[in-house]
DNA sequence: AGGCAATTTTTGGTATACCAAAATGATAAG
DNA sequence: CTTATCATTTTGGTATACCAAAAATTGCCT
């Protein structure tokens, strides 16, 4: 049994749908529909849109069909915040315990990521970074951290993919991930923390720019009224 | 449908014997034989028996029975370390977004502790001292926050409630407890982080104290083998 | 024309049946 | 006595059928 359950298949094709949105923030995602119209059973769709709902991707509603999570800045501020105290102690933590090779691999990340740059590979550069945070949480050595960093990092992808479009400050992000991998580098917990915790905040100021000039998701507000 | 759904239920009873430890460390879970031995169906038993492992009181394996977990000392201190950040973040985003009423129902609790410790009732007192802390994620305003250190802390309850009967040092949760009242009445964030990260690590050392005298878990050490 | 009520439809929740893969145990060969 | 292999059984995974509750629709009544 070493391939994927088909739920699994089903959450990860899901989550494919949501964050490149082909499936808009408000879709309703009946287990039902969804099933036949991916031609299989309503048990693993089932199962799928549970995992999806843990994810924070959807939101179940009793009696009613899931719909596709569209968070209010709150929210998103909410788990951004969260994030940074995670990746903060992430840091702390890959400091003491990350061995030579996962800091060389990280450095490796960055590394693709100027090329990328370089490049004006959008995608590309976007997807290194997100493993760049990942792979910090993962020499954290803490696999509860690593997981719960994924899930929230996996929840926050779609508004920081869009935010991210904007990119005056891709040097930032740069100079910025540059000093973060050269505190790993020293082994120097402070400067990584520092580094990481203004990093994030910037990134979060830049996602609150983006919700005030995309006006506060209309479907949000109209949901609210 | 306001009534709880049933895969919720069965969740509930499963968590309830497991934290119990009705349901030994290492005992497996068959749904097919505990559906048949709770009268219900697979179905809601499966998801009752998902919902469980995501909160890692359960561990899946391939084509196997799930079986009740049994952490091993790194990873009960990776939770720890985790729940420390989280209450950390906690009592420094509650100085300053906790309402008066709030703080004010802290304070309540750790009364209601102190009434306790005199009675020397264990069971209430640690009930209380759960309900201590969950208060505060509360009171942080952060959903996602509090929502992550609630499965945090419902995964640590057994060994937490195991290790505090050894309570020689209940006056020193009483003491810690106060410092960080006073420091949400005062608003004084510095000094609620620094008596927070302060009393989880005695929390944290106190686990291992515990992990030691129990002789590291003959069970994990036989199925490692 | 507007609101209310009965009915119809859709929804998720649950039970059950079937399948394929993998663990287990028995058995035979070395 | 050990080991390899084959049959059996048990497991979770999936598909399907049924149910009850709630949402949506229709049409009636005011």
New interface residues.
């Given amino acids: 049994?070493a391939t994927p359950t088909l739920a699994e298949q089903i959450a990860k094709q899901l989550r494919h749908e949501i964050l490149l949105g082909e499936l808009a923030p408000g879709a309703s995602v009946g287990e039902r529909e969804k099933a036949q119209q991916m031609g299989v059973s309503r048990?693993p769709m089932r199962?799928a849109i549970?995992l999806l709902a843990?994810e924070g991707l959807l939101v179940l509603r009793?009696?009613m069909s899931p719909i596709v999570a569209d968070p209010t800045l709150k929210?998103v501020e909410?788990?951004l915040?969260?994030i940074r105290?995670?990746e903060v102690?992430s840091g702390e933590?890959a400091c003491k315990f990350a061995s030579a090779d996962e800091i060389e691999a990280i450095r490796g990340l960055q590394n693709r990521m100027v090329e990328h740059a370089a490049a004006n590979d959008m995608l590309a550069f976007f997807e290194t970074d997100m493993g760049f945070h990942r792979a910090i949480a993962q020499a954290s050595k803490?696999?509860?951290?690593d997981e719960?960093h994924g899930q929230?990092l996996s929840r926050l992808w779609r508004v920081r993919y869009l935010s991210a479009r904007q990119a005056w400050d891709r040097s930032r992000v740069l100079t910025q991930h540059n000093l973060i991998v050269e505190g790993l580098e020293a082994r120097d917990a402070d400067l990584v923390k520092q580094e990481t915790d203004s990093h994030i905040l910037h990134i979060q100021r830049n996602i609150q720019g983006h919700f005030r000039k995309d006006c506060p998701s209309l479907k949000t507000m109209e949901r609210q009224a």
């Fill in positions: 049994m048990t199962e549970r843990q009793p009696s929210q909410d788990d915040t969260l105290a995670l102690l933590l803490n696999e509860r951290l719960m929230l």
